[in-house]
T-cell receptor, first 115, second 112 residues
Framework: DTAVSQTPKYLVTQMGNDKSIKCEQN?????MYWYKQDSKKFLKIMFS???????INETVPNRFSPKSPDKAHLNLHINSLELGDSAVYFC??????????????FGSGTQLSVL | GENVEQHPSTLSVQEGDSAVIKCTYS??????FPWYKQELGKRPQLIID?????GEKKDQRIAVTLNKTAKHFSLHITETQPEDSAVYFC???????????FGAGTILRVKS
């Protein structure tokens, strides 16, 4: 059983389109995240939700809108896709938030290519 | 501010040799420092972590050291094997912003 699963694994689309990536975790964690990994492998946090509440929102364009229907799911919707959005998007979850001692469990990633 | 610097960006070693990756952080209040390994095309996975009340931690061939005064921490891999080849990320939990900030990664190649 996959602990953190995200779909789709690959997403190829045209500029200007709207797309969504889904993420689900079966670990019972309270906190979920979206990270973006660019072509240089740099991992940068985009959003964090704790029990469906948004707690971290980095300076991400408002074309990106996360949605957490419950604490086991965190989806990412992207409007008006741009070439610079091409990257690998990782969903992650963790159990603790106090003191930041939080082991992250990552999903397998979604390779987004905007043409 | 929030910053984690990681060096080197690439590292090639001969099988059996040791590899050392170093990171520095900016937030003196940081108290948690994990290391993640990402194999080609795979997800990052935690390999070892250290908290600020400990100076060193070891797990088989992997060890991490932390110098809070100097605000730097290092990953040491001994007796490297080809399967150690991957991208390694250090990270530091930043009290400012309440988030984990990653270094830029080190591509480790172990030559057999």
């Amino acid at each position: 059983d996959t602990a953190v699963s995200q779909t789709p694994k690959y997403l190829v689309t045209q500029m200007g389109n709207d797309k969504s990536i889904k993420c689900e975790q079966n670990l019972g964690h309270d906190t979920m995240y979206w990270y973006k990994q660019d072509s240089k492998k740099f991992l940068k946090i985009m959003f964090s939700y704790n029990n469906k509440e948004l707690i971290i929102n980095e300076t991400v364009p408002n074309r990106f809108s996360p949605k957490s229907p419950d604490k086991a799911h965190l989806n990412l919707h992207i409007n008006s896709l741009e070439l610079g959005d091409s990257a690998v998007y990782f969903c992650a979850s963790s159990q603790f938030r106090v003191g930041g001692n939080e082991k992250l469990f990552f999903g397998s990633g979604t390779q987004l290519s905007v043409l | 501010g929030e910053n984690v610097e990681q060096h080197p960006s690439t590292l090639s070693v001969q099988e059996g040799d040791s590899a050392v990756i170093k990171c520095t952080y900016s937030d003196s209040a940081s108290n948690y420092f994990p290391w993640y390994k990402q194999e080609l095309g795979k997800r990052p996975q935690l390999i070892i972590d250290i908290r600020s009340n400990v100076g060193e931690k070891k797990d088989q061939r992997i060890a991490v050291t932390l110098n809070k005064t100097a605000k730097h921490f290092s990953l040491h891999i001994t007796e490297t094997q080809p399967e150690d080849s991957a991208v390694y990320f250090c990270a530091a939990f930043m009290e400012y912003g309440n988030k984990l900030v990653f270094g830029a990664g080190t591509i480790l190649r172990v030559k057999s």
